[in-house]
């Protein structure tokens, strides 16, 4: 069992940044891979990052490519997500996941964190 709980959202104005936490307790959660999903007001959830446990490869959403980085620190059971250059349309709850296959889609994700609220406003 992995649990998962995200901290550093908060208010920020168009152009900031923030970087997202999540913590995981538990001794198995550096055998899985990792995710960012996101969900605005009023829309359903969506992906945004992920990070291959075995060699490190990541993939991103084209909306955050270029702006977002996904890290991951296997010693402090810790994934971050660094989001640069945030705007309006950033404003959502940002929620880690954990899976045991290297995927962009929710139903492949095992363990859930209970999200993050990031907003972007000015």
């Known amino acids: 069992q992995v649990q998962l709980v995200e901290s550093g959202g908060g208010l920020v104005r168009p152009g900031g940044s923030l970087r997202l936490s999540c913590q995981a307790s538990?001794?198995?959660?550096?055998?899985?891979?990792t995710g960012w999903f996101r969900q605005a007001p009023g829309k359903a959830r969506e992906f945004v990052a992920a990070?291959?446990?075995?060699?490190?490869?990541?993939i991103y959403s084209d909306s955050v490519k270029g702006r977002f980085t996904i890290e991951r620190d296997y010693v402090r059971s810790t994934s971050y997500l660094q989001m640069n250059s945030l705007s309006l349309e950033d404003t959502a709850r940002y929620f880690c996941?954990?899976?045991?296959?290297?995927?962009?889609?929710?139903?492949?994700?095992?363990?859930w964190g209970p999200g993050a609220l990031v907003t972007v406003s000015s």
């Open positions: 996941a954990a899976s045991q296959i290297f995927s962009t889609r929710s139903s492949d994700m095992v363990f």
């Open positions: 990070m291959d446990k075995n060699d490190g490869d990541t």
């Open positions: 538990g001794n198995t959660f550096n055998n899985y891979h």
